[in-house]
């Protein structure tokens, strides 16, 4: 992969060395599949962290649709911090077995794994869309999109969705400078 995880933090053993996070079922999984994907700590919840290149991001997305992740949860973006990559992330859910199984074990474990894609903040970070394959992505994707300028390739409406079609720059980026002044055009 071209872009790898800059903080990742690491469990160590009972001496200190660094240990590298076990591969969870979703990352063995994809593993048999021949997906090549980072495999990353997972979260303070237990799910299962992937990494992945923006280029196999689709690929990998429509092979965990067809292994039952079926449900796009939340997709986002935040900024690791001035000088340090942006990430965009994507929250599987495997919705239409956690219906099934409940039925017989109300206890049933939800299946569920978060993607993310480590982008160069220089120049203008880029990844497919997966609307095509998750319809839910839209909106999400034109938040992201509009918050952290990161371009979604194929999206059907790749404009602003909350500021205004004029504004300059990314408002939830770490070295985002407000401005002093914005005159609003035709407001009223």
Known sequence: MSETPSKQTAAS??????????PGPVSQWLNKQGFDHNILEPDHL????IGVDAAVLPMIAAALKSNGFDYLQCQGGYDEGP??????????LAMAEQVEAMVADPSAK?????IKVFLNREGTPSLPSIYG???????????TFDMYGIQFEGHPHPKRLLM???WKGWPLRKDYVQPDFYEMQDAY
């Open 83 to 92: 000088g340090e990559q942006l990430v965009c992330f994507y929250h599987l």
């Open 164 to 166: 205004p079609e004029d």
């Open 13 to 22: 053993d009972e001496t200190g060395a660094v240990v590298a996070p076990e």
């Open 110 to 114: 939800l299946r569920e794994v978060r």
């Open 46 to 49: 237990g799910v299962e962290q």
């Open 133 to 143: 394959l998750f319809r839910g992505a839209d909106w999400q994707e034109r938040e």
